[in-house]
């Protein structure tokens, strides 16, 4: 069983990469060597030097797994066969990201094997340097296999994606990209001591993918799609500028800017609705530009930040779902879920009463929308008909009311019947508001087609001096028509 062990990172220049104490464990201390691959730029110097060393391209030949390689290679690693102290030269910076070494450390800890890690100057700042460029907020480097997400390029910042093992990984990396940078987006292509100036849709078009290639992404031009939610910021930022900016931008206000939210979000419904999906891309998006209005407003009166907005919203989520955060058990049905909403949301706000929860609804909801919740909350308490039918008897009941009521009674009755409608709708799992809209939709439609049918017949008359009969004909026809398309 190994000794001790030592990990030592060799650059992309081999021996003027080494740090002069990981030079000192490779040349002098006289341990065990072991080189991922032949190809290690420093294979060349051991042999000059008459050290003997181990490698493990062997495992590379019969591994195609990633994971699984490192494993492999880690069990080579620790072969039992190995005695004394040995030293692990890995490609590029071994504290950044490689997976090997995440294993070697791992496995050396439950052995009770002592490691010592000897850094290297990393892949990506040395070409950065090799390509005459500065890099004021650093590099980000990724083992190709490790670029799982858009998530980890910041298309701001330099970025490094190192040991491009095979093409057609780097073909899954472009495709990545492609949602981050320009598809002509430059970058540097460095395989076998050169660098090459390339479009990001070459990258896997050349020659030279080993474990020692790699390729440098320096930042995108500001405002230049694809685009992401700082682009948006930024240009909301501009927006309100008053060097250069838009003075109706700069004039608005979180009060005045109200109406457009609500416009906004009955659009985005509609589009919903329609199911088109490039009218929901743009209306969600319109959406968003309020939420970022709202809060690039609020920063400059030092009220809140889009920071605050989303840590405020991922603490609720993250509170509300201890089912799913947490360690809360039991929780597997919808209904249960919405149960414990509430409860969490009343401990929240520390109100015990459903009372309270109902009179904090806002004002401006839509009337419908809020007596389907205020019903909802009441059912929460008990207050609600065993079933459906018992609702529909109730609502029958407030319809003939309204017939013998007298006219100064006849709004107040009305009210109950639109209300008891709603709670035979909420009974049914419909909600009032989206049945309501679908109905008025389907109205204007048929409408809409039997004024144009009308007039193309009668073109020298007027609808309204029409027998309703008369005008039916055509109210029937375009509801055909409709329901044939």
Same mark, same amino acid.
């Given at each position: 069983?190994?000794?001790?062990?030592?990990?030592?990172?060799?650059?992309?220049?081999?021996? *003027?990469?080494?740090?002069?104490?990981? $030079?000192?464990?490779?040349?002098?201390? @006289?341990?065990?060597?072991?080189?991922?691959? %032949?190809?290690?730029?420093?294979?060349?110097?051991?042999?000059?030097?008459?050290?003997?060393?181990?490698?493990?391209?062997?495992?590379?030949?019969?591994?195609?797994?990633?994971? %699984?390689?490192?494993? !492999?290679?880690?069990?080579?690693?620790?072969?039992?066969?190995?005695?004394?102290?040995?030293?692990?030269?890995?490609?590029?910076?071994?504290?950044?990201?490689?997976?090997?070494?995440?294993?070697?450390?791992?496995?050396?800890?439950?052995?009770?094997?002592?490691?010592?890690?000897?850094? =290297?100057?990393?892949?990506?700042?040395?070409?950065?340097?090799?390509? @005459?460029?500065? %890099? &004021?907020? @650093?590099?980000?480097?990724?083992?190709?296999?490790?670029?799982?997400?858009?998530?980890?390029?910041?298309? !701001?910042?330099?970025?490094?994606?190192?040991?491009?093992?095979?093409?057609?990984?780097?073909?899954?990396?472009?495709?990545?990209?492609?949602?981050? $940078?320009?598809?002509?987006?430059?970058? $540097?292509?460095?395989?076998?001591?050169?660098?090459?100036?390339? &479009?990001?849709?070459?990258?896997?078009?050349?020659?030279?993918?080993?474990?020692?290639?790699?390729?440098?992404?320096?930042?995108?031009?500001?405002?230049?799609?694809? +685009?992401?939610?700082?682009?948006?910021?930024?240009?909301?930022?501009?927006? !309100?500028?008053? /060097?250069? @900016? =838009?003075?109706?931008?700069?004039?608005?206000?979180?009060?005045?800017?109200?109406?457009?939210?609500?416009?906004?979000?009955?659009?985005?419904?509609?589009?919903?609705?329609?199911?088109?999906?490039?009218?929901?891309?743009?209306?969600?998006? *319109?959406?968003?530009?309020?939420?970022?209005?709202?809060?690039?407003?609020?920063?400059?009166?030092?009220?809140?930040?889009?920071?605050?907005?989303? #840590?405020?919203?991922?603490?609720?989520?993250?509170?509300?779902?201890?089912?799913?955060?947490?360690?809360?058990?039991?929780?597997?049905?919808?209904?249960?879920?919405?149960?414990?909403?509430?409860?969490?949301? !009343?401990? /929240?706000?520390?109100?015990?009463?459903?009372?309270?929860?109902?009179?904090?609804?806002?004002?401006?909801?839509?009337?419908?929308?809020?007596?389907?919740?205020?019903?909802?909350?009441?059912?929460?308490?008990?207050?609600?008909?065993?079933?459906?039918?018992?609702?529909?008897?109730?609502?029958?009941?407030?319809?003939?009311?309204?017939?013998?009521? &007298?006219?100064?009674?006849?709004?107040?009755?009305?009210?109950?019947?639109?209300?008891?409608?709603? #709670?035979?709708?909420?009974?049914?799992?419909? #909600? &009032?508001?989206?049945?309501?809209?679908?109905?008025?939709?389907?109205?204007?439609?048929? +409408?809409?087609?039997?004024?144009?049918?009308?007039?193309?017949?009668?073109?020298?008359?007027?609808?309204?001096? /029409?027998?309703? /009969?008369?005008?039916?004909?055509?109210?029937?026809?375009?509801?055909?028509?409709?329901? #044939?398309?």
């Amino acid at each position: 069983m190994i000794k001790a062990l030592s990990i030592v990172g060799v650059g992309p220049k081999g021996m *003027d990469s080494l740090s002069y104490a990981g $030079y000192k464990e490779i040349f002098e201390s @006289g341990k065990n060597i072991i080189l991922t691959t %032949a190809k290690c730029p420093i294979a060349r110097n051991l042999e000059e030097n008459g050290i003997e060393f181990n490698v493990l391209d062997e495992v590379f030949e019969v591994t195609e797994d990633y994971d %699984a390689l490192s494993s !492999r290679m880690c069990d080579v690693v620790f072969d039992e066969n190995k005695k004394g102290e040995w030293v692990l030269c890995v490609l590029g910076e071994p504290t950044l990201g490689e997976s090997l070494v995440e294993e070697v450390l791992f496995k050396s800890k439950a052995l009770n094997i002592p490691v010592k890690i000897f850094s =290297c100057v990393p892949l990506g700042a040395s070409l950065i340097g090799e390509c @005459g460029m500065v %890099a &004021p907020q @650093g590099v980000t480097e990724i083992p190709l296999a490790r670029a799982e997400s858009p998530k980890q390029f910041n298309k !701001r910042a330099w970025c490094a994606v190192t040991s491009l093992y095979n093409k057609l990984a780097v073909s899954s990396l472009k495709l990545m990209l492609y949602s981050v $940078y320009p598809e002509e987006h430059e970058v $540097y292509f460095c395989a076998r001591g050169k660098i090459s100036r390339v &479009p990001l849709y070459e990258i896997d078009r050349l020659h030279g993918y080993s474990w020692s290639s790699a390729i440098l992404i320096p930042p995108a031009e500001p405002l230049v799609a694809p +685009f992401d939610i700082t682009d948006l910021c930024d240009i909301m930022v501009k927006l !309100r500028s008053p /060097e250069g @900016g =838009c003075p109706w931008d700069r004039e608005q206000t979180s009060l005045t800017l109200r109406q457009y939210l609500i416009e906004e979000a009955h659009e985005a419904v509609q589009a919903i609705t329609n199911g088109d999906v490039d009218e929901i891309t743009e209306e969600l998006g *319109d959406v968003l530009l309020q939420v970022v209005f709202h809060a690039d407003i609020a920063k400059d009166m030092t009220l809140y930040t889009l920071t605050d907005v989303i #840590n405020a919203v991922c603490l609720k989520m993250i509170h509300r779902h201890p089912h799913v955060f947490g360690s809360l058990q039991g929780v597997s049905t919808s209904e249960k879920v919405l149960e414990n909403w509430e409860a969490i949301k !009343r401990d /929240e706000k520390k109100t015990s009463l459903v009372s309270d929860s109902i009179n904090s609804l806002p004002e401006s909801m839509e009337t419908l929308l809020k007596a389907y919740k205020v019903q909802k909350k009441a059912a929460g308490a008990g207050m609600d008909f065993k079933c459906g039918e018992d609702a529909l008897k109730a609502l029958i009941s407030e319809v003939e009311e309204l017939k013998a009521a &007298p006219e100064d009674k006849m709004e107040d009755e009305a009210g109950d019947v639109i209300f008891s409608l709603v #709670n035979v709708l909420r009974h049914m799992g419909i #909600n &009032p508001e989206i049945a309501l809209q679908g109905a008025v939709d389907k109205f204007s439609r048929r +409408f809409t087609l039997t004024e144009k049918l009308f007039y193309e017949e009668n073109p020298d008359k007027k609808m309204s001096d /029409e027998p309703i /009969e008369a005008l039916d004909v055509y109210w029937d026809k375009a509801k055909k028509l409709l329901q #044939n398309r």
